[in-house]
């Protein structure tokens, strides 16, 4: 077997048939389904194992920026992680996953988000993070002065108008837009539907939303992925998206760190929990990297002479060494990952000890929505 290692020009269709096969059942869709991982200009962002010519093994990635409270944090969006049957538990998708992510990094990348929960992951380092409240919204129709119509290509100015005003989202080129409103129908298939939805008020386009109904453990699934705009608009929107997608409520996903979306779901009389903020496992893949793109808003939470003596490098065991002045707190990557994105470890004796790194974090990260690989 050769690899891990990027796929070649020449062994793209036939990655596509090994991917298909696996996600697919051998329907030809994946291609079209997710565009912006698989195209050949990120052909060096999928990597593979090959035996015979044959790719065995697949774990893609998306490097993308995303935007928190004006920081610029790259991150590695990671997907379509799959192994022939035949070829599974020899260890191939792990060495496939470690070979990205250290491409990843070598971009820029300084945060993995994996898609999926799977033990492959924890292994890995990465872990469920953040908070959210959840509401189950039951279909009906759209509170008062509100509409909701499905939203087509001729849109896609409006929607990119409505997103870049969000305060933590994704750094998304108009080219990224129109291959995801391309990718909607071709993962709109049997009982799978996938759409945005945008929100008006008294005629004006205020909001959107993008949602999924969806067959997952034998059971049908309708899920808000994403959202952009007046917050009171659209949870007034919620039961008529439910409503168009057929389905008898909707699951609404509201992170933590959204000043106005959790108390009005909380208000909403809805069925209501604690989550973490998304079905996706992340790791702080290079502490080095993300701190450096972290340092605006590290300024502004605790200073810039504190901002100076925190430091953070990773030591010769993989260790991540934070250094608060002349005070050293050494982490394994998934502890910094669940002090850094708001799931303290339990047991941690250390955190009456971290008066500056409890000023600085949690900081958000984006629900996947339309990025999801």
Same mark, same amino acid.
């Given at each position: 077997m050769e690899g891990p290692r990027p796929a070649k020009p020449? #062994?793209?269709d036939r990655l596509m048939e090994t991917i298909d096969g696996i996600f697919a059942g051998g329907r030809r869709h994946m291609r079209e389904g997710f565009p912006l991982l698989f195209n050949m200009d990120n052909l060096q962002n999928l990597f593979i194992v090959v035996e015979d010519g044959r790719p065995v093994s697949h774990v893609g990635v998306l490097v993308r920026d995303v935007y928190l409270f004006g920081c610029r944090l790259t991150t590695?969006?990671?997907g379509s992680v799959g192994t022939l049957e035949e070829y599974r538990g020899r260890g191939?998708?792990?060495a496939c996953l470690e070979a990205a992510e250290k491409g990843a990094v070598a971009q820029g990348a300084s945060v993995t988000l994996i898609s999926g929960r799977r033990n492959l992951y924890t292994r890995f380092g990465a872990l469920q993070v953040g908070s959210s409240l959840v509401a189950d919204v039951p279909a009906g129709d759209a509170g008062k002065g509100v509409t909701v119509r499905r939203a087509a290509a001729a849109d896609v100015a409006l929607l /990119?108008?409505?997103?870049?005003?969000? %305060?933590?989202?994704?750094?998304?080129?108009?080219?990224?837009? /129109?291959?995801?409103l391309r990718s909607l129908e071709a993962r709109s298939r049997g009982r799978n539907n996938h759409a945005i939805f945008l929100v008006e008020r008294d005629g004006e386009p205020?909001?959107?939303?993008?949602?999924?109904?969806?067959?997952?453990?034998?059971?049908?699934?309708?899920?808000?992925?994403?959202?952009?705009?007046?917050? %009171?608009?659209?949870?007034?929107a919620l039961p008529a998206v439910a409503a168009q997608l057929g389905a008898e409520a909707i699951q609404m996903r509201a992170p933590a760190w959204d000043s106005v979306l959790p108390g009005l779901l909380g208000a909403g009389g809805y069925e209501t929990r604690e989550e973490h903020l998304s079905g996706h496992t992340?790791?702080?893949?290079?502490? #080095?990297?993300?701190? /450096? /793109?972290?340092? %605006?808003?590290? #300024?502004?939470?605790?200073?810039?002479?504190?901002?100076?003596a925190f430091r953070c490098s990773t030591d010769t065991a993989g260790l991540y060494e934070c250094w608060?002045?002349?005070?050293?707190?050494?982490f394994e990557p998934p502890a910094f990952t669940a002090l850094a994105f708001g799931q303290p470890a339990p047991g941690d004796e250390e955190r009456d000890r971290r008066g500056v790194l409890d000023r600085i974090f949690p900081v958000p990260l984006p629900l996947p929505g339309l990025n999801y690989v």
């Amino acid at each position: 077997m050769e690899g891990p290692r990027p796929a070649k020009p020449e #062994e793209f269709d036939r990655l596509m048939e090994t991917i298909d096969g696996i996600f697919a059942g051998g329907r030809r869709h994946m291609r079209e389904g997710f565009p912006l991982l698989f195209n050949m200009d990120n052909l060096q962002n999928l990597f593979i194992v090959v035996e015979d010519g044959r790719p065995v093994s697949h774990v893609g990635v998306l490097v993308r920026d995303v935007y928190l409270f004006g920081c610029r944090l790259t991150t590695a969006s990671v997907g379509s992680v799959g192994t022939l049957e035949e070829y599974r538990g020899r260890g191939i998708a792990g060495a496939c996953l470690e070979a990205a992510e250290k491409g990843a990094v070598a971009q820029g990348a300084s945060v993995t988000l994996i898609s999926g929960r799977r033990n492959l992951y924890t292994r890995f380092g990465a872990l469920q993070v953040g908070s959210s409240l959840v509401a189950d919204v039951p279909a009906g129709d759209a509170g008062k002065g509100v509409t909701v119509r499905r939203a087509a290509a001729a849109d896609v100015a409006l929607l /990119q108008s409505l997103y870049e005003r969000e %305060p933590v989202r994704f750094h998304r080129p108009l080219e990224d837009w /129109q291959a995801m409103l391309r990718s909607l129908e071709a993962r709109s298939r049997g009982r799978n539907n996938h759409a945005i939805f945008l929100v008006e008020r008294d005629g004006e386009p205020v909001a959107y939303v993008f949602a999924s109904h969806f067959l997952w453990d034998e059971g049908p699934h309708t899920r808000a992925g994403e959202f952009a705009g007046c917050r %009171p608009s659209i949870a007034a929107a919620l039961p008529a998206v439910a409503a168009q997608l057929g389905a008898e409520a909707i699951q609404m996903r509201a992170p933590a760190w959204d000043s106005v979306l959790p108390g009005l779901l909380g208000a909403g009389g809805y069925e209501t929990r604690e989550e973490h903020l998304s079905g996706h496992t992340v790791k702080v893949s290079s502490v #080095e990297n993300f701190l /450096q /793109q972290l340092r %605006p808003l590290i #300024e502004e939470r605790v200073g810039r002479s504190a901002a100076d003596a925190f430091r953070c490098s990773t030591d010769t065991a993989g260790l991540y060494e934070c250094w608060v002045g002349e005070e050293r707190l050494t982490f394994e990557p998934p502890a910094f990952t669940a002090l850094a994105f708001g799931q303290p470890a339990p047991g941690d004796e250390e955190r009456d000890r971290r008066g500056v790194l409890d000023r600085i974090f949690p900081v958000p990260l984006p629900l996947p929505g339309l990025n999801y690989v």
